[in-house]
């Protein structure tokens, strides 16, 4: 029984003959800033959904989406969006702590061909009384670390090319009546932090300043270090505690001469939507899709960022010769999914220059 679906699966994926350079999707929101206007610190958390539409003509895939600060939480549609559908994104800000005017921005990654879209919420937290003596400072330092106050504790990076550097800074307070001296002593070798000063007298400011190197990254794609803080030779644990920086590796195309361009691989496959079919519950089912290089330079197939748990794919790096074609096996494993259909993607990250990025659904049904 498995190995005729795993036939059915397999001529399935080759009949498609739409050509994925010729499909895209589309991300449209109604809105990309919202006003809360005035709100209470102490009346609890707001949040505002941006709905989105995918005009395009293939699914739309939201890949991930980073807040600017941990006050801001981001919800999505997991589920690919066909074409014409809606989707949304809600943000959720917390004013405890944080009076005064705020400004925040979410990013919105998908397989659009706008690959980041910038969200705003904004607002002015009307302060409880106890706390409106205090309410610049508390505004510009919302993140308690310990006795580390800080500005926010997410680094936003966005593309980073592989051959360049890209910075961000983040501002620091000493909350405590000692002297704090602060240290990142556990770093990714892509990542640097200068840390300015060093240690801070009571009350005093101060800056991290993180540095991204693509040329020393070890990942293509999408990545997220969270850091762990020393504070006078005390490692803070706990997730809350932990700075998160966010970067997302390419390679940047725009610089390409005429024959680079000319020479270019390029990325081609029947469809870009792979329908399994009915998997009997408890079933593991295999299915494939070819790759083919109809450039001329070896197409390197990067990365693949596949974040869910009943689909594993093999192989997730590869290199294509021009002319030639490498198969990738899509094992669905139905052992842990309830009955029901499914819709689930995942996104294939090249050396080509046009579809850099190329995101891939799997549709099926475990009955």
């Given at each position: ?142 993140i308690q670390i ?13 593309n980073v090319d ?188 090249t050396n080509d ?15």
């Amino acid at each position: 029984m498995i190995r005729k679906l795993f036939s059915i699966v397999a001529v399935s994926v080759v009949i498609f003959t739409a050509s994925v350079t010729a499909q895209k999707a589309e991300i449209n929101f109604s809105e990309k800033t919202f006003d809360f206007g005035q709100i209470t610190e102490d009346g609890g958390n707001v949040s505002h959904v941006f709905e989105f539409t995918n005009t395009g003509t293939t699914p739309l895939v939201i890949q991930r989406v980073n807040a600017s600060c941990g006050c801001t939480t981001p919800e999505w549609t997991k589920t690919p969006i066909e074409p014409g559908k809606k989707g949304n994104v809600t943000a959720t800000y917390n004013p405890m702590g944080r009076p005064g005017a705020f400004n925040k921005q979410i990013y919105v990654y998908s397989n659009s061909t706008e690959e980041m879209v910038t969200l705003i919420i904004k607002g002015d937290v009307k302060p409880k009384s106890s706390s409106a003596q205090s309410a610049p400072q508390a505004n510009n330092y919302p993140i308690q670390i310990d006795a580390l106050k800080l500005n926010s504790k997410v680094v936003q990076m966005s593309n980073v090319d592989s051959k360049s550097t890209q910075t961000r800074t983040i501002a620091m307070l000493n909350s405590s009546p000692s002297n704090l001296t602060v240290t990142l002593p556990e770093l990714p070798v892509y990542l640097s932090a200068n840390i300015t000063p060093k240690t801070l007298k009571p009350n005093e400011q101060g800056a991290i300043t993180f540095t991204f190197d693509g040329t020393k990254a070890s990942e293509w794609g999408p990545v997220d270090d969270k850091l762990t803080l020393t504070l006078n030779g005390k490692k803070i644990t706990g997730d809350a505690n932990k700075i998160t920086v966010f970067a997302n590796v390419t390679e940047d195309f725009s610089k390409m001469s005429a024959e680079q361009k000319r020479l270019s691989p390029i990325i081609e496959v029947k469809s870009s939507n792979l329908y399994i079919g009915n998997i009997k519950k408890g079933n593991r089912v295999r299915g494939k899709v070819n790759i083919k290089n109809a450039g001329n330079n070896p197409l390197e197939i990067r990365r693949i960022t596949n974040n869910n748990s009943d689909i594993i794919i093999h192989p997730l790096r590869a290199t294509i010769k021009g002319g030639h074609t490498e198969s990738f096996k899509i094992d669905v494993d139905s052992k842990f999914l309830p009955k029901g259909e499914y819709k689930k993607a995942f996104t294939v990250q090249t050396n080509d220059p046009v579809n850099t990025f190329l995101t891939f659904t799997v549709s099926y049904k475990v009955i």
